[in-house]
């Protein structure tokens, strides 16, 4: 609980001074932008036509597109989406509000949590094994399991998809997560 309380406390911090900086479209690497922003829409665009590219279907059901809508349609989606890095040790960089409160964090603290994190043995031994087919052919599957909240709390998901998100030169900028069906056991 302690620990909660000082990530609440920085995150609200960190958004005063993001809200009193005289540039919102700062770039140093620990405020991420915040929803809404033209980075935030670019990053929601990718993600939906990664998707689509990969798996042949919508992840949104609105077929609006407009950028402000995508963003927002994702942020309300009832699955968790998170994104994460493409670094050696990758931190989640990006999760819809459903992906916030599976993971128990902030837009803020989020860059925090590293992906090996919330992955038991099992979860890290099979995301391993998968994560040449995500980066190869685009995507993988993963049959349902138990991952962790950043508080610890164990997390049941029915499924997952995996996928790789390209930007508009088509190179991977990050890795995708739909954590479907979950909930706290």
């Given at each position: ?101 599976m993971l128990e964090t902030t837009l803020v603290a989020l860059q925090d949590i ?72």
């Amino acid at each position: 609980m302690a620990r909660q309380y000082v990530r609440s406390i920085i995150s609200s911090v960190q958004r005063v001074a993001l809200a009193l900086s005289p540039s919102h479209l700062s770039s140093h690497a620990g405020l991420r932008s915040p929803l809404g922003t033209p980075e935030a829409q670019t990053l929601a665009r990718w993600i939906c036509n990664s998707y689509r590219c990969y798996l042949g279907v919508e992840l949104l059901k609105s077929s609006n597109e407009g950028g402000e809508s995508i963003l927002k349609s994702l942020w309300h989606h009832s699955d968790a989406i998170m994104c994460c890095s493409l670094k050696a040790l990758p931190v989640f960089t990006f999760a819809n509000q459903a992906g916030l409160d599976m993971l128990e964090t902030t837009l803020v603290a989020l860059q925090d949590i590293t992906l090996e994190k919330i992955f038991d043995d099992h979860g890290r031994k099979t995301l391993c094994s998968e994560f040449p087919q995500i980066m190869q052919q685009g995507f993988a599957c993963l049959q349902g399991g138990i991952c962790l909240s950043s508080m610890g709390r164990p997390v049941s998901y029915e499924r997952a998809v995996a996928w790789k998100v390209l930007n508009e030169e088509e190179t991977a900028h990050c890795m995708c997560f739909l954590f479907v069906n979950w909930s706290f056991v």
